[in-house]
């Protein structure tokens, strides 16, 4: 069993930055692959990015290369999201989520093993 939990959302202006935070507490975090997805008002769930369980291989949404940046520190039992260059449409709920599976995180989100509970990330124009 992992459990999740997100720290760091907040408000900041366009053009800034913020740093997500994902806490895994539970057995075996590095046998895990992570994700970030994130959910605006009105709007489906949409994936981010994702690290794989040895943080070997990363991979972005278009919307966020080359501003969001995923890592992971599997002593720390932690995966952050560096976020710069912050526009309002980046504006969401920030999730963590957890799977064996690297290509779940992709293939079959809605189905993932554990997440968390959210983030707000508001960004002002």
């Known amino acids: 069993q992992v459990q999740l939990v997100e720290s760091g959302g907040g408000l900041v202006q366009a053009g800034g930055s913020l740093n997500l935070s994902c806490s895994a507490s539970?057995?075996?975090?590095?046998?895990?692959?992570m994700g970030w997805f994130r959910q605006a008002p009105g709007k489906e769930r949409e994936f981010v990015a994702l690290?794989?369980?040895?943080?070997?291989?990363?991979y972005y949404s278009d919307s966020v290369k080359g501003r969001f940046t995923i890592s992971r520190d599997n002593a720390k039992n932690t995966m952050y999201l560096e976020m710069n260059s912050l526009k309002p449409e980046d504006t969401a709920v920030y999730y963590c989520?957890?799977?064996?599976?690297?290509?779940?995180?992709?293939?079959?989100?809605?189905?993932?093993?554990?997440w968390g509970q959210g983030t707000q990330v508001t960004v002002s124009s």
């Open positions: 690290i794989r369980w040895n943080g070997g291989s990363t």
């Open positions: 539970g057995r075996s975090f590095d046998s895990y692959a």
């Open positions: 989520a957890a799977d064996r599976a690297t290509s779940a995180i992709l293939l079959r989100p809605q189905n993932l093993e554990y």
